[in-house]
């Protein structure tokens, strides 16, 4: 997966809003598994993955269904930008 950066945290959380909150996490680490798949594919082919865009987490949660992006002062915003928070320092704890 490319380096993430504040967009792709709020494309995800925009995906994860628009699920009900028993499927976000699950979902959460797909888009991360199907994201680094798709950097893998970048790489070694030059393009981008059919389906799951160019490796960033960005390309890959705007080929999901999401809503529109709240105010940050609303909760349901606010506990699925820390789950993508929580969910991406778990991946990079893995790493190290």
Same mark, same amino acid.
């Given at each position: 997966? /490319? ?5 792709? %945290?709020?494309?995800?959380?925009? %995906? ?35 389906? /799951? ?26 506990? %699925?930008? %820390? ?14």
């Amino acid at each position: 997966m /490319w380096t993430i950066l504040l967009g792709d %945290v709020v494309a995800a959380a925009r %995906v994860l809003l628009a699920l009900p909150d028993g499927r976000r996490a699950a979902a959460m680490d797909q888009m991360l598994d199907q994201a680094h798949v798709a950097h893998k594919v970048f790489k070694r082919l030059g393009r981008p993955h059919p389906g /799951w865009g160019d490796g960033s987490l960005m390309s890959r949660a705007l080929v999901s269904p999401q809503c529109r992006e709240p105010f940050v002062s609303d909760p349901r915003y606010i506990s %699925v930008l %820390v789950a993508v928070l929580e969910a991406l320092l778990r991946r990079i704890e893995r790493r190290t």
